[in-house]
């Protein structure tokens, strides 16, 4: 069985909009910047043989605030840049949706796509969602505290502020 580096997309490889505190997904192209720093911890995951896939809630599509085309776009930018290995997108905004996050749906579709092992597997986040759908199906978290004025997660394995600290978490 495989193992995965499991990432969330806005936060975390591009930056995400923040307004009041709160995150938002970029939804137009002079908003979307990819997190370039990055890069060498994408390099080092690759150099364990880490399988890279981001895990996204993508409501905006849903409420006609940005086209499914424009976040594909992005999607296809990030996975190029960074040549992560699948992506997996949840555009609904009903809360009940298995595959949308803090729901498992999207990280279960993974495991069977790439025969991952959750147990040697890990989930890198910026919000409480990102960090509760990984303790749903047994994988290690990892949350970047970006200080966000929303609830943050308590059940987290590993708390960082930089994302150059997740080298010292996973060692070969």
Request: net charge positive.
């Amino acid at each position: 069985m495989a193992k995965a580096f499991f990432l969330d997309r806005d936060g975390i490889l591009n930056k995400a909009i923040v307004k009041n505190g709160k995150p938002y997904a970029p939804t137009k192209e002079n908003q979307f910047k990819i997190n370039f720093k990055f890069l060498p911890i994408i390099k080092y995951l690759k150099s364990l043989k880490y399988i890279l896939i981001i895990i996204t809630n993508q409501p905006d599509v849903k409420k006609k605030i940005i086209k499914k085309s424009q976040v594909n776009k992005f999607n296809l930018k990030l996975k190029n840049y960074f040549k992560l290995d699948d992506i997996f997108v949840c555009f609904s905004n009903n809360n009940k949706n298995y595959r949308r996050k803090p729901n498992p749906g999207m990280l279960l579709e993974a495991k069977n796509k790439w025969n991952i092992n959750f147990k040697k597997s890990y989930f890198v986040g910026d919000r409480k969602s990102d960090i509760d759908a990984g303790i749903k199906v047994g994988v290690k978290t990892i949350f970047v505290d970006r200080n966000y004025k929303e609830k943050k997660p308590v059940n987290y394995n590993y708390k960082i502020k930089n994302l150059n600290k997740i080298k010292s978490l996973v060692k070969k």
